[in-house]
């Protein structure tokens, strides 16, 4: 156990690639599950030619298959920034066994071996707390929107008042493209907040 925490430990920039290769080998085994033997026995109705002919055209599907999947799961990982999570709870993994780097053995002495092992609860805390931290980085962003909102707010409401006085139609088609403008970035916005 003490290698595979050592093994773990200060390769952030590999683990993402580890994670990648990891669902590269899985995809691979599901998709290879099917032996040439299994396949061909499902067209017995075909000649030997024309079953290799068949067996060539799955191996081609499948290869395709696994190449759509890992670029997939790659664009998802991107997407959700599991590379830089990664990064970020290595960090305060490092962070916390520099500060339990020594620990007493039996015998009372200090032994730079025995490193700490992360349990379940530990990882939990450091989600938790990387979750904490994205809130509040959410909750920074609260007011700012809510100030864009208000003067969108005011905007809609002056260009409404402009549309209601001006008697010309071409100004009011003008003025009213302008309020459908502002409602949709006040809608934007509106969507931005509540999808935090």
């Known amino acids: 156990m003490e290698k595979l925490q050592q093994d773990n430990v200060g390769c952030s920039p590999h683990r993402y690639a580890q ?35 068949l067996y060539a055209i799955f191996t081609r599907v ?10 997939e799961f790659n664009l998802q990982c991107d997407a959700a920034e599991v590379k830089d999570a990664l990064s970020e709870m290595e960090q305060l993994i490092q962070q916390q066994l520099q500060h339990a780097d020594y620990h007493h053995d039996s015998s009372g002495f200090k ?11 530990a990882v939990q805390d450091l989600v938790m707390q990387l979750k904490r931290e994205e809130v509040e980085k959410l ?9 864009k909102n208000v003067q969108l707010s005011l905007q809609l409401e002056a260009y409404q008042k402009q549309a209601v006085a001006a008697q ?3 100004a009011v ?24």
């Open 139 to 147: 909750k920074a962003l609260v007011p700012h929107e809510e100030e």
């Open 173 to 196: 088609a003008a003025i009213f493209a302008k309020v459908r403008e502002a409602r949709a970035k006040l809608e934007i916005s509106a969507s931005a907040i509540h999808g935090l």
């Open 111 to 121: 032994s730079s071996r025995s490193r700490v092992l992360f349990t379940g609860k």
């Open 168 to 170: 010309d139609p071409a």
């Open 62 to 71: 499948v290869a395709k298959i696994h190449q759509d999947a890992v670029t």
């Open 19 to 53: 994670l990648q290769q990891a669902f590269a080998l899985a995809i691979h085994g599901v998709l290879t599950s099917t032996t040439r033997q299994d396949f061909l026995s499902c067209f017995p109705q075909f000649i030997a030619g024309e079953q290799e002919k």
